[in-house]
């Protein structure tokens, strides 16, 4: 069946360093693949999607290419800042029908 | 913008009580959906709606049920709480264009004693 696999958390990084948070999926058709956050409190909100191979999702410095070849969606930033502290979640739709498939979810902590 | 709203930020029920939780949507969506999120194990479907008084079983629906009475609204119910249902509960519902971005509420922390 269809999966998301996403690396474990914590991951703690000072301020303006890189981040890199991976995600490799598994999917037998050409699905659509999100990146979603959820602040502290908060409900989860979409961060950025992709909906085919070589796309290239982008919102608020946060950046993540759909990588066929590698089944991969890896979420990259260049310079992280102390409110981008949450969890991430990498996620996929197949778009036959509703269902989002969701990973385990990955939680990032920013030191000022 | 889409707002999804939950009846309640956070709750606390004693064992066997009877609980509802309740969503609405405001953009006319005919899908939601009910989640709980647990450390560890990320976010979980225990229950769908494809519309108005559709509904369909998630991943994990023993202890659930769920109603869909009006379009906006769809609600959770535990018919009678256990301490292993002490979660984050997330309602979403899904736009219509494609890619289908699934839209949250802010989520119901459920504490059961």
């Known amino acids: 069946g269809n999966s998301v696999t996403q690396m474990e958390g914590p991951v703690t990084l000072s301020e303006e360093a890189f981040l890199t948070i991976n995600c490799t999926y598994t999917?037998?058709?050409?699905?659509?693949l999100f990146w979603y956050v959820q602040y502290p409190g908060e409900g989860l909100q979409l961060l950025l999607k992709a909906t085919k191979a070589d796309d290239k999702g982008s919102n608020k410095g946060f950046e993540a290419t759909y990588r066929k070849e590698t089944t991969s969606f890896h979420l990259e930033k260049g310079s992280v800042q102390v409110s981008d502290s949450a969890v991430y979640f990498c996620a996929l739709s197949e778009n036959r029908d509703d269902k989002i498939i969701f990973g385990k979810g990955t939680r990032l902590h920013i030191l000022p | 913008d889409v707002k999804v709203t939950q009846s309640s930020r956070y709750l606390v029920k004693r064992t066997g009580e009877k609980v509802f939780l309740e969503c609405v949507q405001d953009m006319d969506h005919e899908n939601m959906f009910w989640y709980r999120q647990d450390p560890g194990l990320g976010l979980r479907l225990i229950y769908f709606s494809y519309d108005v008084k559709m509904k369909e079983k998630g991943d994990i629906p023993e202890g659930y049920s769920v109603s869909r009475e009006k379009k906006e609204r769809f609600s959770l119910i535990l018919e009678s709480a256990s301490t292993n249902q002490t979660s984050m509960y997330l309602c979403?519902?899904?736009?219509?264009?494609?890619?289908?971005?699934?839209?949250f509420g802010p989520g119901t922390r459920l504490t059961v004693l």
């Open positions: 979403a519902s899904i736009g219509t264009l494609q890619p289908k971005v699934q839209f």
């Open positions: 999917a037998t058709g050409y699905p659509s």
